[in-house]
């Protein structure tokens, strides 16, 4: 019994192991299948040539986004923007602008402001060629040679323009920035900018443009002063013939000997009120307009036509003396108005 048994079990152990057995090839066969569906990335993951190739794919994955952020191009482009100066707004991609972003804006703006100047040794080119056709040449050849000129010296005072609209537009982001807004579309901001600023100075009339341009009133008084060598020099307005929108000759400046004092404000247009005056360029202001152009910044660029230079709000100082003359150049304005109305009633 015991054999019978043992081989009874024997037998059953067989049978079940014949059973396991026959059942094997089935489930190996399922395991196979699933093995052969595991297989398919397995023996891909494990395949020599490809196995070395996955990393590859991986790291040219991880390095795609720096391509398509343009991280590598952008340090490179940073570096040609401090070697060369060339300015590329298309770097400031990343979005909404970081306060760090706020140096590199004020550095491009600077850029500008490098390029204006720069630009202004042309200008002084310019009066220069200008003196030596007055010098030398009369008549009709001088005229036209002089006239050519103006025309270059008002091109060049309006890129001056466009290159510090370019400044102030950067200027006006890096100061958004710094206060916390969140600019998530800078290009658009400096395109509008931009455009908003060469659209009003536009708009303006030719006087407005180049007559309290410094670099215009000495190119023109220089030559003045070549072709009449004895006579006074006369304001820069006869210059310009007056435009629709131009006040009247009398009412803009007080000629003082050839000097033209100015009692406007560069950046409200009219007369001075309670004007201060940098004591970095001895350019004056009217205190509200100036003291708002600086809009948390530090400093400001004078906004007087043809000035670089920057000050802060400590070096603007209140000028009496010169709110007196504004107002006593606004009471003779006012009497030489009444008195052309006067004179028209007579007509
Ligand atoms: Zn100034």
């Not at 206060?179 to 030719?206: H, N, P």
């Not at 000997?257 to 404000?265: A, E, F, K, R, W």
């Not at 009219?270 to 350019?283: I, N, R």
Request: hydrophobic share 30%.
């Amino acid at each position: 019994m015991p054999v019978s048994t043992f081989s009874r079990r024997k037998s059953s152990r067989r049978q079940m192991s014949s059973d396991i057995e026959e059942d094997r090839p089935s489930q190996s066969r399922a395991d196979e299948q699933v093995e052969e569906a595991d297989e398919g990335p397995s023996r891909r993951r494990t395949n020599g040539v490809k196995k070395e190739k996955k990393p590859n794919i991986s790291r040219r994955q991880e390095r795609a986004p720096e391509v398509n952020g343009n991280r590598d191009e952008d340090d490179e482009d940073d570096d040609d923007d401090d070697e060369d100066g060339r300015i590329d707004i298309a770097n400031f991609r990343d979005q909404p602008l970081a306060k760090t972003d706020v140096v590199k804006l004020q550095g491009i703006a600077r850029d500008w402001n490098q390029m204006e100047i720069t630009t202004r040794q042309n200008w002084r080119v310019v009066g220069d060629v200008a003196v030596a056709i007055a010098d030398a040449a009369e008549g009709e050849d001088a005229e036209q040679g002089l006239a050519e000129l103006d025309i270059i010296m008002k091109d060049l005072i309006d890129i001056g323009v466009e290159m510090q609209a370019h400044e102030k537009a950067l200027d006006d982001i890096a100061q958004k920035v710094g206060q916390g807004e969140d600019v998530d579309d800078a290009i658009e901001r400096y395109g509008d900018g931009v455009q908003t600023r060469m659209e009003e100075y536009t708009k303006k009339t030719t006087r407005q443009k180049y007559a309290k341009s410094e670099e215009y009133t000495s190119f023109k008084h220089n030559i003045y002063e070549i072709q009449h060598p004895e006579k006074a020099l006369p304001p820069i307005t006869d210059f310009i013939p007056k435009e629709d929108g131009d006040a009247s000759d009398d009412e803009d400046d007080l000629e003082m000997g050839g000097v033209s004092q100015v009692y406007t404000c560069p950046i409200t247009l009219v007369a001075l009120e309670k004007p201060v005056t940098s004591s970095v360029c001895g350019h004056s202001f009217s205190s509200n307009a100036i003291l708002q152009s600086f809009q948390g910044s530090p400093t400001v660029k004078c906004p007087t036509s043809g000035c670089t230079k920057r000050f802060s709000r400590s070096d603007l100082k209140p000028n009496k003396e010169l709110e007196k003359k504004v107002k006593a150049w606004q009471r003779r304005a006012q009497r030489a108005a009444e008195n052309s109305d006067a004179e028209e009633i007579i007509d």
